[in-house]
Structures are given as C-alpha cells and as structure tokens.
C-alpha cells in the first residue's frame, strides 16, 4: 500500500511544485507527452520512495532499539552526586579538611556562579547554547572544518548537553551505539529542562583535575577560595581546563594551560562577552595558581574530628554525601597557639626538650577552641636519625601522634583535684599541715619518703601556702589524711579524668605528685571545673553537622552538670590566682602573673624531668601545654614553669584580647586549723 501510495504523493506534490513556475510547466509537458515517459517517472519515484522510507524505519527502529533501555533524563532531579565532607573552624569561613572519595565536589546555585565563569565556558566549549535544540549541526561542521585548518583539537563538536549525557550516563567509548544513545538523550534532555538548568548541572559536575568536579571545587583547588571571589582570568583559567583536565592540571604543563587559557579569552571576545581591553587586561594578570592540594590546616584537631565521623557515619558516607562539620575551633587562636608551640618547642632544644602540645577550652561550653598535638604535623622526626622509618628506634620527637591525647604523668598539676577533695570535707586553706620528712609507710615493695621540689622543709605551712607553692610532703599528707585515697582519685574522675581506670592502691599516695596517667585534654577539661565554680561540661568539638541540603543532623546540646560545690571550687580558684602566696617559689613577676587579668594558674614536673606542664585558666579561658620528649626520655633539669611555660604565656596573653577581663568570685571567710 505504502509503495503505491508515495510514489502518487510525490507526483502530486511535484507537479503542484512545477505548475506554479514557467520553467515547470515546460519540463512537466515534456515529461509527460507519452505514457512511457509518464511510467518511467513514476517508478523512479516509487523506487525513491522504498529507499526513503526504508531510511526512515531503519533510523526509527535503531532509535527504539538503543533508547529501550537508557536512562530517563529526569533522573538529574533524582540523583544526588557525590559531595565531599567539609570540616570548617566555628565560623564557617575558614576550610579545614575535605574527607572525598575518587570527587571532591561542592555543589554551587547557578546565580552563586559569576557571569565570567559561566560566559569563558560557553564561548569555549558551546558559543550556540542557548539557540540549539540540544543538538549543534552547524556548529560540528564548523568545529571539524577549523580543527582541519588550524591542525589542532582546538574546537569541540559536542554541546554542553552532549557533554552533560556523556558524563552522567554513558562511557567514553567512541562508537556509534554510544552516539546514538547520546543524541537521544540530549535531544530529550534539552526538552524537558531549561538551559540554565543544564547549565547549573554542567557547571556542578565536569571534572577540572586535583580530583575537583564542579566550578566551586576547582576554584578552591587552584586558587584557593571560593568561585564567586574568581576574577574574569581565573574563570578563563578554569574554563581553559575542560579540555583535558588531566594534562593541564599537572605543574610541568603551566605555560600550555596559560596557552589555553588566552585562547578562551579570545573566545569570550568575539562572543561579545567581554571586550577586547578587558581580554588584554585578563592576560597579563599574574596567577596564583596553588601548586598543591591545600595542606590540612589545624591536623591534629581535624583528625580527632575525623575519626569520631568515620565512627558515627561511616568513611563510605562521609565520602560521597555532602555534610558540612562546623567545628568549635577558633581559627584565630589555633594559628596562634601553632606558632606559640612550634617556636617554644625549638627554644626548648636547649633543654633536651624536643616536642609540645597545647589545648584551650572554653570552659563555659566545654568548647575545644585550639588543639596543637605536636610541635610541627609538617616537620620531621627527630633524634635519632631514621627513627621516623624504623619502629623500633625510640624519636625525642614525632609530627604526627597526637600528644594531647596521650597518656603522660601529670606531676604536681594534679595536686588541685586532691586538694578540691579536702576543701569538700569542710577543710580550708588556712588549715596548717607540717612541712617535715615523713615516711609514709611501705608502698610497693619499699618506704615512701617524698622530698620537696627544693629539698627544704618549711614547718607548719597552710593550705594555701602548699598548693600555691607546690610543697610535695604538704600535699602527701593532705592527700593520706584529709581528702583520703580514694576519694582524691574519685575528685579527679568526676570533673574529668578519664584514663584513671586501676584501683586506688595502684597508684597510692603518688598520684598527688602525677603517679598516674593523665590526657592534656583530660587535665584542660577538668581545670575548666574550677574555672565554672563546680559546673562541668565534657569537651566538645562540634556545634553542628549539616546535610547537603542544608537540614542540620547533629547539634551540640550538652548542658553543664555540677559535679563539685561552688566553695571548694573558689578556694581552689583564690589559691592558684593568688600571686602573693606563690611568689616564695615562683618569684613575684613569674610567668603566672598577670598585671591586668585574674589568671589562675598550676605547673607539674615529673620525677627524672620526663614531663612539664601548665594549666592556667580564667573564667572564660583554660589552656594547658605539656612539653617533654616522644620517647619520654628526661630534659635536662628543668621544670615545667621553665620549658612548659613560655609557649602557655606566649599563647595567653594574645587569647585573653579575645575574652571580657572576669575576676573569680572570692570565697566565704574560714577559719582555720591546725593538724
């Protein structure tokens, strides 16, 4: 039926066609004079017809046999790509750390993209976007015939929707299944969707190199901040990368990408996107590309925040889903608290002292506001050589454990949490203990006769005087015979010690003196008790945690709990501030003392000068460093005022710009006793 009925359509059509002209009605006479010359035209055109039609069901049935199983284009809307995990300070502003699998993405609104970025790359890769139907003929005719002339690959054919299928559903394999399949889908694709809309996806998914897909991750990648600060160069820059993100993202091929770069602004000018000065202008502006991947910043914070993620979510999740981790760190005081350590821990070299490590809390909210967990995560292991490469070789230092997390003997710092256990049995400080030789009993497998810090004995002292002065036979005998054992470890575990898991008679009466295993953390979190008058609450490390829509799925909700009452904890507070009572030791202008703030403050040296210490604290500051050695080998006799408390005062005094000048509340009036 077809192949009668074509043949007589296309008469008809033709001669309607040739009755309208002079020329025509000439030809159709001559043609049609004689019946044989009527037949042989009328079975060319049914042979013309067969053939036309053939064609036309052979292209229909390849399409419906290719496009029975491709994906539906909507399928955009449905998806979610892969986001990477962003760790941020508590601002918000400043990046720490991206946990990514094979793409490190960002997702950014089209009206977040700066018209320079979206115009460099539709002169590069699409001049036609917004007039073609998905499809850009003439535009593959005229990039083959430029490619052909100028000897390069410098014109794509592909559209920026033929791009977009081809990444998201199809492989690179070049053959003619795959392009049948991508023009199906883009012609779907263009109909359904707007432009901007497949402009916005496009933007968000192309891979730019450094494993960053998507505008917003490549401008953090090459240039360090995010797309919409770019200027017209950098988005030139960024759009010249397209091409062949892999080579042109490595270093040694710099000066080809610049190449690549000026071609697209010469692309955006003679689109009319931006005029030729402006080009000019663009070409000679300097580059600061980042060689690198940007170095983590804040390590050893971030990555005690990484493995609480991988613990909670999942590495896999955290790779591929998106979430936004505002941490509570103070970027601000975290530099500071790097350089205060990092040049303090070089000083003390001297002392045989190769590594620190600080932490500082809010002690109000329980907010870790720095964490520095070793001199330098960027330097080498030190002393002696190789001891970073061979195990079994102890280092003085090490960059990458993290020692405010560690396990070291806290000395005479925990004396503070014995006496608190003694303030709340109703003693006070001006009950006086002797500061005599004592021998204590056997413990272990032999006596135990402390000695004092200086070798003295000063009599009958308070316990005032004890703790501001840090006697060791005072604060033995508080411990035997007011707080008791038991109840001295139990202060400590209750505001915060966490790593005290023995039983009492384990460590005897010198835990006073630092007998146990103590964290920096630890010893920061429960000064901060003090510094709340018995109000405690546990470190936190995370305000909040968003999904990549924004929806928040954890928050910080911790609540202050009191675990001490507000007496002991001001007498503990009066003690440590009160720069009269330590001078005897200390000396009157000693690191502790500050002219302007209220600064409450304790140091610990471990027996053999294997660790050094200070913990100091206001009512809305606590910072601690320790200072020693990896291996936990001795300094050179030093205490920790000496090597611990430069990097503490360094720090302080620039983080106490930052906090209202608070004084602590005074005790009630004691009276006192002697025993």
Known sequence: MLSWLLPRCLIRISTKFYNNSMAGRKFYRKIYQTDKNRGIVFFILKILSL???????L????????????PRPEKFTERALNESTKIYDRSGETLLYEIYGEEKRTWVPLNEIPDAMKQSVIATEDANFYNHFGIDFIGIVRAFWADIKTGTLAYGGSTIPQQLIRSTFLTLQKSAQRKTREIILTLELDRRYSKDQILEWYLNQIPFGRNAYGVQAASQAYFGKPVSEISVAEAATLAALIQI?????AGEHLDELIIRKNYVLNRMTSEGFIKKEEAESAKQEELNIVRISQPIKAPHFVLYIKDYLIQQYGEDFLKVKGLKVYTSLDWGLQEAAEKAVREGATTNEAYHAYNAAMVAIDPKTGEILSMVGSKDWYATSSYPEGCDLTPELD???????????????????FKP?????AFKKGYNDKYVVIDEETDFGVWGNEHYIPQNYDGKFRGPVTLRQSLAQS????SVKVLAYLSGLNDGIQMAKDLGITTLTQPSSFYGLAIVLGGGDVKLLDMVSSYGVFATEGLKVSPVSILKIEDSQGNIIEQNKKDPRRVLDKEPARLINDILSDNEA?????GANSLMYFKDYQVAAKTGTTQDYRDGWIIGYTPSLVVGVWAGNNDNSSMWKEPGVVVAGPIWRRFIDKALLKFPKENFTKPAT???ETG
């Open 582 to 586: 330590r001078t005897p030791i200390f």
């Open 417 to 421: 949490f014995v006496y608190a256990a």
């Open 245 to 249: 993100p892999s080579y042109y993202s």
């Open 59 to 70: 292209v229909f049935a390849l399409f419906v046999y290719y496009a029975k199983d491709l």
């Open 395 to 413: 280092c003085l230092f090490e960059p990458y454990p993290n020692v405010a997390l560690r396990g070291q003997q806290p000395g005479s710092a």
């Open 670 to 672: 004691t009276t006192g």
């Open 51 to 57: 053939g036309l039609l053939s064609f036309v069901l």
């Open 471 to 474: 006697l060791n036979i005072p």
